[in-house]
C-alpha cells in the first residue's frame, strides 16, 4: 500500500510539473489559453469531523460532491453533478460500482424500525442517472434505473433491478433476481440469466471509462511550486 501510495504522488508531481513547462511555453508563445475561471467547488467537504475516503483508483468527477462520512471503493466512480451525502449517517459505496450523473444519495436520521440508517450500496451496481437513494441497502450486481427513487428502510437483494423511474416505497424488501418497477414499485418477473450477466458487464464497463476519466482529469495542485523552488523547472515569474 506504501509503494502504491508513493507511486501515485510521485506520478502526480510529474505530471503537475509538466503542467508548469506547458504554462511557460504557453506565456513565452503569447497563448493565454491556460487561464481559466477558478471555481470554488470542493468535490469533497468534511462533516463533523468525518472526512471522505475515496479509494486512490475510484474517479470523482469534478463537480461531484461527496460530504462527510462516505467510503468510496476500488474502481468504483461517481458521476457528474452527483451528490452523495454522509452528513447524518454512513455511506458505503462497493467496488465496481458506478453511480451516474445527478444522482442523489442521502439519509433520514433514524429509521422507524430501529435499523441503522446507514446506506450501503455493494460491489458491481449500477445506479442510473437521477436516481435518488436514502437510508437503504443494494446489494451486489444490482441496477437501480434512471430517476428511480429508493426510500428509506428499503432492501434491494443481489442480483435485482428497479426499472426505471419507479419508486420503491419505504421499507420494501425486493427479494434476489427480481424486476420490480411501478409507483409505486411492485413484482414484475424474475430477471434472465443474460441480464444477471449484463449488471456485471456494465459495471466493469464504468469502471473502465471512469479510469479513462480519472487519468485525463488532473486538478492543479501545488507540487509543481516546490519544483520552481528547487529549480528542477524555472519559475515563469522569476
Known sequence: MFVRKAVHYFGR???????????????LAENEVFNESF?????????????????????????????????????????????????????????????????????????????????????????????????????????????AVISEGCVVESGSMIAAGSVLLPHTIVPPGELWAGNPAVYIRDIKEEEFVSFEKQAKSFASLGNSHRDEYLPFGNAYRDAEKRGIIPDPHA
Not at 43 to 71: E, H, R, S
Not at 111 to 117: D, H, I, Q, R, S
Open 13 to 27: 508531481a510529474l505530471r503537475e510539473s509538466g503542467q508548469a513547462l506547458d504554462r511557460v511555453a504557453l506565456r
Open 39 to 147: 471555481v470554488r467547488h470542493r468535490n469533497q467537504m468534511p462533516m463533523q469531523k468525518k472526512y471522505p475516503l475515496v479509494a486512490l483508483d475510484a474517479f470523482v468527477a469534478p463537480n461531484a460532491t461527496l460530504i462527510g462520512d462516505v467510503t468510496l471503493m476500488t474502481q468504483s466512480s461517481v458521476w457528474f453533478g452527483a451528490v452523495i451525502r454522509g452528513d447524518k449517517n454512513k455511506v458505503r459505496i462497493g467496488s465496481f460500482t458506478n453511480v451516474q450523473d445527478k444522482v442523489v444519495i442521502n439519509s433520514t436520521q433514524e429509521l422507524e424500525t430501529g435499523l441503522p440508517a446507514d446506506v450501503n450500496i455493494r460491489h458491481h451496481c449500477t445506479i442510473g442517472q437521477g436516481a435518488v437513494l436514502n437510508s437503504c441497502v443494494i446489494e451486489d450486481h444490482c441496477v437501480i434505473g434512471m430517476n
